[in-house]
């Protein structure tokens, strides 16, 4: 029995069933039903379990793919990829980028938005360049939707950020 397993992949099952687990944790009880409980993910119960950053300095380092400044209605801002976003994220999509934009003289977190395969592929399709997608791609596609950014901004606040007229 021992030949055939392989124990290489018995560490990423522990390390798959450790996520599951996590994530199953965040999942709040929506109602009772004959004995059985409903478990549903609301979006707003799943953001507010993450830790609420308000520094770029409390972001991990070690997920950061591209970093960038750029300069809104002369108000500097730092623009940082990351290739991490929420543990339930990591479970239903394959990529996962996280982009914060941040005062360059604070460090205080402006705006933070995620996206997905389903709008990055977009994005890399348009521009010709699907092979992106791939994971050990991941430097050169926060490279590649730097070169795209758009921040959506009234005066020297930012609302939003989208990809050359692609809403995320």
Not at 98 to 123: G, K, P
Not at 140 to 167: K, M, S, V
Request: charged fraction near 25%; proline fraction near 2%; hydrophobic fraction near 40%.
């Amino acid at each position: 029995m021992r030949d055939i397993m392989d124990s290489s992949k018995s560490v990423h099952l522990n390390a798959t069933q450790q996520l599951l687990s996590s994530a199953m944790d965040t999942l709040p009880v929506a109602g009772i039903e004959s004995g059985a409980h409903d478990l549903a993910l609301a979006p707003s119960a799943a953001k507010a379990k993450e830790p609420h950053q308000k520094s770029l300095l409390d972001l991990k380092e070690d997920c950061l793919i591209h970093k960038a400044e750029k300069t809104v209605s002369g108000r500097r801002v730092l623009v940082a990829f990351y290739s991490e976003t929420t543990k339930e994220d990591i479970l239903n999509y394959s990529h996962n980028i996280r982009i914060v934009v941040a005062c360059a003289q604070t460090l205080n977190i402006l705006i933070t938005q995620d996206f997905h395969e389903d709008t990055l592929e977009l994005v890399c399709a348009r521009r010709g360049k699907r092979h992106l997608m791939s994971a050990t791609r991941e430097h050169d596609l926060g490279h590649e939707l730097w070169e795209c950014l758009a921040l959506q901004h009234a005066g020297q606040n930012i609302t939003g950020i989208t990809f050359a007229g692609i809403d995320g």
